[in-house]
C-alpha cells in the first residue's frame, strides 16, 4: 500500500501514527527590539534541548521541529532565556494545524496584506466582540480558533486599528505575515517527505 499525499498537504500516515511529530514554532520577541538571536545558535540551543532535528524560517523566530517525541516548549522557552537572555513566549501548532490555515483564511481573495496573530486558546466571546469592534472597513479582522487574522491595505502606515489596541484587546501574541506562514509551510512539507 503506498501513501500518497498531495501537494500543499502533511502525510496522514506520520502525523496518524506518531511515527515522528512535526511542530512549527512562532517565537516572540526575536530579533526585535535589541533581542537578537542568530538563527544557527538557535538551531544549536534546541539541538541542545533535544530537538537536533529543525529548521529555521527567516530571522524572526519561525522554527519547524522533526521529532521522535512532543516537544516541551517550557524547556525551549528556558533554554532561550538562559542562553540569550530575555523570554520569548512560544506559540506552537501542529503540522497539521499549520497546513489548515490556507484553507482558513478568511481574507486570500482580496489585495493587501495579510497578517496572522497566534494565541494559545481561543479567545472568548468578550474579547471576538472586542476585535470586531476594532474592524474598520480597511482592515479587517477576523479570529479563526487560535489565530487573528488581520487584513492591512496598503500602505501600511495607513492601517488602522494600531497594533497596540489589537494588543490591548488580545493580550500576548506573535504576529506574522501570510507569506511567512507559507514558507513554514513549505519547510514542514519538505520535512514530511
Do not use: C
Request: net charge negative.
Amino acid at each position: 500500500m503506498t501513501n500518497s499525499v498531495m501537494p500543499g498537504s502533511v502525510s496522514p500516515f506520520r502525523m496518524s501514527y506518531g511515527l515522528e511529530v512535526i511542530t512549527a514554532l512562532f517565537l516572540r520577541r526575536v530579533n526585535v527590539s535589541g533581542s537578537r538571536v542568530k538563527m544557527a545558535d538557535l538551531r544549536e540551543t534546541l539541538a541542545n534541548v533535544g530537538y537536533p532535528n529543525s529548521r529555521t524560517i527567516l530571522a524572526s523566530g519561525n522554527v519547524v521541529i522533526d521529532s521522535q517525541k512532543v516537544v516541551d516548549i517550557r524547556a525551549i522557552e528556558v533554554a532561550i532565556e538562559a542562553e540569550y537572555g530575555f523570554h520569548s513566549e512560544i506559540f506552537s501548532r501542529t503540522a497539521p494545524e499549520v497546513a489548515s490555515l490556507a484553507a482558513a483564511n478568511p481574507f486570500r481573495d482580496r489585495e493587501g496584506t495579510i497578517e496572522l496573530a497566534f494565541l494559545h486558546t481561543p479567545p472568548s466571546r468578550d474579547v471576538i466582540r472586542a476585535v470586531e469592534a476594532l474592524a474598520t472597513g480597511r482592515d479587517d479582522l477576523a479570529i479563526i480558533d487560535r489565530e487573528l487574522w488581520w487584513f492591512r491595505p496598503h500602505p501600511l502606515e495607513e492601517s488602522f486599528p494600531k497594533e497596540t489596541a489589537v494588543r490591548k484587546v488580545l493580550g500576548t501574541t506573535t504576529r506574522r505575515g501570510y507569506r511567512t506562514i507559507e514558507r513554514v509551510l513549505d519547510v514542514i512539507e519538505e520535512m514530511d517527505r
